[in-house]
């Protein structure tokens, strides 16, 4: 059992983790955020959200983020959006990679964007049909994919069938979302032998929470799959739903701590990776999820 | 890789986990706390501590609360003892077994007792003598065995070292002591190796820290390499001594919740065990770790 030799790691901390925030984030302070995790070594930033600004009122300024931002060489700087518009605004502004987003459940699907899984497959096939003729990289983000709040255990055959439909598509890399920290390593094991069996075309990367303390062992469980690209949140930031305090993402530095001590290469600076949580932390309300950040690394 | 189907969890939290609280915990509370937790289903409660009274004063109180515990029948009672004095009082009350500490580590050791490792083997022979002649169980622990905060990483060898001394004197069941959550999957995984291949006579038990979020994925390893018996502390109680609002023990909710999801039968009742979590947290300042008491099981 060979776990990789090194992993990649995308930050989501900027817009998944700060759309979550109810406090209202400055655009500057959002810019600082980038910027600081650009010097950590990471090359995957997910920067910003090209969504409604009613729904989602912390992304309303996303295109002055994406114009204020320095953008390094060999970082990739990527844009989630929902649909056909979204997409177009990405594709003017000119990011460097989309992701589109989808749930495995009904039930998530329709409080999320008020379609069924089936119905929102439409609009994934718009923003891949603008990701085409924009020549920019389009990557999937499937949601609920280890438990869904309302509609309970999702079997892997229901993850396969949505996966077959970004598949056809065109999407060949797809993230799977513990959207509220119901995965538990007998579900991720079970989530990915059926993906690796099933669509074997389709490159894996695992979201996870750790709403329920699974997060890391859970992602040791996909490593030991073989699965090599992960998200994560600087600071743990963009808590639960549940309950003040709980938490969501798995925090950025507690997976690179992790990994680097079990000598999986992720070429992120711990240090500078710290620094950034410090000024995730200078803005967001409330102490913030991350382990390592409270206790420093191991040998410190 | 098979799992175990099945584990016992040694509750620690009236234990390990007050002891490590600032503030003054009754008698009342703490026998409130272990009759709640008599009632969950689990088997093994380490109830109290005979220790110096000056050393940790919470613990002063240990043979009051060991009189007004109810004892259930089936379920194992035990005391922490330091030293002869201490096992003489565990013997003298009657504990159903004894636990005796020493650390993998002389700089955790000289500043836990003011001896180093080989010195207090002395007192883990006493202990052992009083043991034995009282026809009490004696199980052992090996605090900092995946790392020390004053002496930085211990050699697997070292842990094994230090087992042997204990298991030539007669201590046959030994935990390891995450003590502040140096541990990950890759340290877990050598040191289990090492004590099997070395002392193959000494049955294993983990006790592990979320201190930097690896406590549930260290599980997970040890039960990969076939470990059935783990610590684990009611509501997370026991902080870490980095930083306030930091995580020591894994909460024994999380554990029950993650164990039970991957069809490994742990015994115990979650929804009982969440209500002795509310009772820790009525006399607990600040909000207690545990992740599950927060967001709830993952289908509630």
Redesign the interface.
Known sequence: ?ALPTSVRIREVGPRDGIQSEKAEVSTADKVKLIDALSDTGLRLIEAVSFVSPKAIPNMADSRQVWEAITKREGIVYSALVPNRKGAEIAAEVGVDSMQVFIAASDGYNLRNVKKTVEESIADVAEVAEVARSSAIPLEGTISTAF?CPYD??IAPERVVEVTRWMSELGIRTISYGDTT??G????VREVIEALRSDTPEVELNMHFH????????N???ALELGVDYFDASIGGMGG?P??D???GN??TE?LV??LE???ISTGVDLGALLEAARVAQSFIRG?LPS??L??????H
Chains 1, 2 share one sequence.
């Open positions: 059992m438990g309970g255990d920290g119901m538990t390593p007998r579900r750790d709403t329920r303390g699974t997060g890391l062992a992602v040791l469980t639960s549940y309950a305090g709980a938490t798995i925090a507690d701590h992790m001590d079990m000598g102490p382990k390592v409270k206790a420093g690394p191991r040998n």
